[in-house]
Structure formats: C-alpha cells, structure tokens
C-alpha cells in the first residue's frame, strides 16, 4: 500500500541521501561513522522523524547500528559455534555477523522478499521446534503477529536454555495498543504506523516478554555514553531476552 506519508518518507530519505554523499564528495569533514559497514561519514540521512536515521554508505539504520556497536564492544556475543534463526533478514551487517554461525537458519513468512542465499519459510505462530536454537533475532518482527503471547513463547520453547532472543520493536511512550488483521489497513497504518502492523508496543513489551518465561535486560541507546552514542548515531532499545537454564 502506497500513501502520501510513505511517499514523501522515502523521497526525504533519498534526498537527504544524496546531499550526505555529495557533501562527503566535496570534502566535508567525515566525523562520524558506522559501526554496521565501517565507513566515515558526514552524518546519517533522514527518514520520517528521526533527523539522523540512516548511513549514506550502507544504508544501516539507528537500530542496526545499535546492535553492530553491542556486538563490536562484546556487551553481545554471537553464538558463532551455534544455531541461529534470523527473523526477517534486511540487515546486511547482521545477516554477515550471524551467516559465520555454524547453523544459520535466515527465515521469514515470506522468504521469497529477500535475496539472502538459503532462505526458509518460518510462520512464528506455527514455530514448533524445541530446543534448537542459541539464538534467536528479530527486528520489528514482533508487531506484525497475531498474537505475539503465543509467538513469544514458541520462540522460547525453539531456544536452548541458556539461549538468547534479541527483539527490537518499534515503541512510543504509551502502554501497548493491540489490534488485529480484522481491522482495516488503512486504520491500522493510522492506529499503529504501517498498514501491516497489529500493535504498537510501549515499554510495557518487558512484561509480555518476562510473561513468556524469559529473563530480561533492556539495553536501551540512551545508555551509552553521549559521545559515542553520537559519533555512530545510535538510538532505539534492544530486549535482550534469555530462556533460563544452561551454562552461559
Ligand atoms: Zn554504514
């Protein structure tokens, strides 16, 4: 579906593109840098909002440059001799760092979107496999489900114990607004952000999490040091969510 706010999202977004990479061209000082490809550059791009959101050399955003900069400064390990199952795969940094795992499952509800190699198709309402995985990682996955207390306990039972779910959903300030696929896309583009999405998550996600059975840790952007926080342009909050038991 195809509306004038996401229209003139994605023409803000290119155009801030463009002026980011001509000013680079022209020799403007590169004093940022992202943690996702590497690169030096003179700031992010805007899209919608948020004024610093994506990297002009690879396109990552506030949240995949998040979880890039945890992982490089070891607050998160990738279970490399593990298995990995990679919801909704359109971060290519990730995709590189979680592909090195010895069992790599990149999946998503309809596999045929993405152009990563080996691609399953995995419905998390209908996720049934026990004890499988090290580590589970979906970025805004979660606010496309039905029911997301059945699909958080599905990812819980699929988790060794010990294991990890890394989520990331998008939030505002409020409690959670559920909805349903029985609403209307127009509305729920109005009631939640985007016509595919069924809820909008507040802080409250913690308990529904903690609901399911994990421990919990909330690393949130505005926790790291300000000028880090700032060179690499981070922002957003990851739920770091562990199945009890195990070694780790
Ligand atoms: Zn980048």
Redesign the pocket.
Known sequence: MITFQRVAKAVGKHLTRTILMARKALGARAHRA?P????T?VGFFRYGENAEWG?P????SPRE?LMNHLIATNVLSVPSAGAILHMAPNEA?LVRRFSAAADYVPADLNPDRYSVPAMRRVDLMALAEMDRYDLFYASHVMEHVPDDHHVLRNIHSALKAGGEAWLIVPLWDKPTEDGSFDIPPRERERRFGQWDHVRQYGPDFADRIRAAGFELEEIDASGIDADVRHLFGLDDRLFRARKPGGTA
């Open positions: 992202c996702a490809c590497g690169q550059v990297c050399g690879c396109g990552a440059r940094s």
